[in-house]
């Protein structure tokens, strides 16, 4: 009777567990709705319109490259990104008003760069200049006034009241190195504000005669009887020398216009003399000809600056340098496509963006002294460039600058020399000349917090309404503990009981 009770506990427990199984294994019933993700509007881009913007969505300055314009004059905008298909620029809404340089207005709101590696609340400027709230960089506030400059990891540098040509913008972001598909030395600037694209007149240069060399010293002489101050010349000399045996003064190449002649407050005549060639700072400075420095050292405008002349007496100007090249301290005389120095922002560019100021003044205008200058745009194009391996880009080096600002300013330019060229002590961090503050790494909920709040960054969301089933919860895993326990117990019962039973020994 007994091993039947037992029997019958175990056939019941291998029952109870079987049911359990089939239950546990019935797919449970639920019902997903997906709530597509927000339409974005591509922007529409352009080249830079030469006449005056006084408010503009944002440009894209690529080397060697037209500037692109971004939905430009400004207007109203909701949802847009560039471009469609792997978006580097999103944001929420963009406003606008006005439309001179002086009252024309942009606000972008919610703003994101390459995928959130920098956002903004917003982004609001009058003709390029204005403020920028709720600004983050990978993921940490940062608070930040005009001039000022950001690391964005090791790839960018964020700059806030940037100024470039005849662009200005209150945040602007540089790449340091190729990033997304975009070469070195890529700028964007955002809700941005252009002067007008001064005309300037080039020809090709062409050999001056004795005659013509004559007749340019007499109208020299009449332009000083003339009162009032030099105006920017007309004339592009030839150099004595084939554009063969001249470099490019910049490695792998600048992106540059021709900004010769433009309005220079800074400059006692008013007027450029000369063009600005943008490219990463600590980009290696050539020198673009066979010659001897001279001059080499600080200058209230042109910052650490260089002055180069060439076999037949033609003199080139560079400023704004972030260092020298060490060989150039003791050794002045150079070969073409030597390093000289690395490309900065000293002197009245500490506020800009990096470039290297470039003047070119033939030999027969030496005459009128630094208003001899030339438009230099139409030699930079038929000079070649050149790409120095890794092994011929010396070390740099600086000199004292004047104690004071020019202290203090060339000393900031000088650790972004540092850290752009990865010269920086082991554990010094790098650059970040902005007070930025690091949150902790946000938690999931806060993460799921910025993700609903960012619809860009996901392709839909989905909500599941679970239906109530009764194979929902604990209940089909209850059921097999039980059972075990129950089988488990019925044998161990059993096993007890038959060894407290008396032997019976059989009768003959």
């Not at 709705?33 to 006449?51: D, E, K, N, V």
């Not at 009241?161 to 540089?174: D, I, M, V, W, Y």
């Not at 300037?200 to 013509?212: C, L, R």
């Not at 600048?254 to 980009?283: E, I, K, M, Q």
Request: hydrophobic share 40%.
């Amino acid at each position: 009777m007994r091993r039947g009770v037992s029997l019958l506990i175990f056939v019941l427990s291998l029952a109870a567990l079987a049911a359990a199984t089939a239950r546990a294994d019935t797919p449970t019933t639920a019902t997903t709705t997906t709530t597509p993700a927000p339409a974005y509007t591509p922007l529409a881009s352009a080249p830079l319109p030469t006449r005056c913007v006084g408010a503009g969505i944002a440009v894209i300055r690529e080397p060697r490259l037209a500037t692109v314009a971004l939905a430009t004059p400004a207007s109203a905008l909701g949802l847009s990104d560039y471009p469609a298909a792997t978006p580097l620029l999103t944001f929420d809404s963009a406003t606008a008003n006005g439309s001179t340089c002086r009252t024309g207005a942009v606000t972008l709101n919610d703003v994101s760069l390459f995928g959130g590696a920098v956002t903004a609340t917003s982004v609001q400027a009058t003709d390029g200049t204005g403020a920028v709230t709720g600004l983050e960089v990978v993921g940490g506030s940062v608070t930040a006034k005009a001039g000022q400059s950001v690391a964005v990891g090791s790839w960018g540098l964020l700059r806030l009241g940037a100024k470039a040509g005849r662009l200005s913008a209150p945040l602007a972001l540089e790449l340091l190195k190729a990033h997304a598909s975009l070469p070195k030395g890529t700028t964007i600037y955002l809700a941005f504000g252009a002067a007008r694209q001064p005309v300037v007149k080039t020809k090709p240069p062409a050999k001056t005669t004795t005659s013509q060399a004559h007749s340019t010293q007499h109208a020299a002489k009449r332009r000083k009887r003339k009162k009032g101050p030099p105006q920017p010349l007309k004339q592009t000399p030839g150099l004595g020398l084939k554009a063969s045996h001249y470099v490019f003064p910049i490695d792998d190449g600048a992106s540059y216009g021709d900004t010769y002649g433009a309005n220079r407050s800074d400059v006692y005549d008013g007027w450029h003399h000369g063009d600005d060639l943008f490219a990463p700072l600590g980009t290696p400075v050539v020198a673009v000809a066979n010659g001897k420095l001279t001059f080499v050292g600080w200058d209230s405008l042109g910052g650490w600056r260089i002055w180069l002349t060439d076999a037949k007496g033609n003199s080139f100007y560079y400023a704004h340098l972030s260092g020298y090249s060490r060989r150039i301290l003791h050794h002045r005389h150079v070969k073409a496509g030597q390093v000289i120095g690395f490309l900065g922002r000293t002197g009245d560019a500490f506020t800009t963006t990096p470039h290297l100021h470039f003047e070119v003044h033939p030999h027969e205008l030496l005459k009128l002294g630094y208003d001899g200058a030339v438009d230099p745009t139409s030699y930079l194009h038929e000079w070649r460039v050149e790409k120095l391996p890794a092994a011929a880009i010396p070390q740099p080096a600086r000199l004292r600058a004047p104690t004071g600002t020019p202290t203090q300013e060339a000393a900031v330019v000088w650790k972004q020399l540092m850290s752009a060229r990865h010269l920086l002590p082991d554990g010094e961090p790098a650059v970040a000349f902005a007070s930025v503050t690091r949150r902790p790494f946000p938690g999931s909920q806060e993460v799921s917090a910025r993700v609903a709040s960012r619809p860009r960054q996901i392709a839909a969301v989905s909500t599941a309404a679970q239906v109530a089933s009764a194979n929902d919860g604990p209940w089909p895993l209850l059921v097999l503990a039980l059972t075990l326990v129950a089988s488990v117990f019925g044998a161990l019962f059993s096993v007890r009981r038959r060894r407290r039973r008396p032997s019976r020994t059989p009768l003959h």
